[in-house]
């Protein structure tokens, strides 16, 4: 399943592919994530209940996107046929509410998708002193701040602050960078590039400070809660879903998004911390992670959420 193909045929084909599967298995109860595979799955599943994940509005609702009424409409018909709709932040479900996509009956509010706390863990780490080290993990798109990141980075060219960016390009995606700003971004000598890397954990060990300056159409981003369990505190955009787990100057900073000067104050602050207030932020991440956003606090919500869906009559 292409994330962002538009390939007619090749669309149709994906369908009947997923209404074979579905008369296969004959499903007691179907837990769909992501906008395809929420309005595909119920396109077809006939009168097997379901629930849908919605991970965030993503590039389809983005203010200007010519493709949100067409994606509004699919997902007015789809959802309706689930037993609930769970969405990362009641941002996004008063939204789709209010456009009369899904009932507040079936919305349901479960944060994010957990992080293990045994994988992503806190250890002693060097203190900030002599030099910052901030880290940025996503996919390379414009949306998600990462020319605005490089912009401040070159700001701070006479601080001792490195950043390291983990994460591809999505050549399918319009809002993507491209391969010349890659190869732009490995000439920055105060930036190093990784590109996709599996040993998130080691990497968020060997930095100080995560920084996620995305305006993007987030649900509650995986990578802060990984961050957060690994005692990092957090510089992150003031938006939907972001917002509801830092709280500023606790587990971290909040800017303004798409603002450079908010994103260059927030780096030199995190810069200027003393060790107790780092250190105070580095406990308050990993206890929120900890106590809220934990795989066994998610998890079971889901449980719960599961055995009621299939209870339904």
Known sequence: MSRSGTHVIKEVLLIS??????????????????????????????????????????????EGNNTAKWVTRLYKFALRKNCKVVYQNKYDAKYLEELDVTSAVQSVI??????????????????????????????????????????????????????????????????????IDVQELEKNEKITYLGFRNDIADLMRGHHVLVFPSYYNEGLPRVILEAMATGLPCIVADINGTRDVIQHEVQGIITRPKNLDDLVAAIIRMRN?????????????????????????????????????????
């Open 17 to 62: 592919e997923i209404r074979k599967i579905c008369r296969q298995v004959h499903p007691d109860l179907i837990i769909s994530h992501t906008t395809k595979p929420n309005i595909y799955f119920n396109l077809v599943k006939g009168h097997c209940k379901s629930i849908a994940v919605v991970n965030g509005l993503g590039i389809s609702f983005s």
């Open 273 to 313: 911390l003393d060790r107790e207030e780092y250190l105070s932020m580095q406990t308050a991440a990993r206890q929120t992670a900890q106590t809220t956003y934990s795989l066994e606090k998610i998890n079971q919500q889901y449980k719960i959420l599961i055995n009621e869906s299939y209870n339904i009559s």
């Open 110 to 179: 479960i944060p994010g998708s957990g992080v293990d706390t045994d994988k992503f863990y806190l250890e002693d780490r060097m203190l900030p002193t002599e030099s910052l080290k901030l880290i940025y993990v996503g996919r390379l798109l414009r949306s998600k701040g990462v020319p605005l990141l490089v912009d401040a980075i070159n700001k701070l060219e006479q601080l001792n602050i490195s950043l390291t960016i983990v994460g591809e390009i999505d050549p399918q995606n319009p809002d993507s960078i491209s391969q």
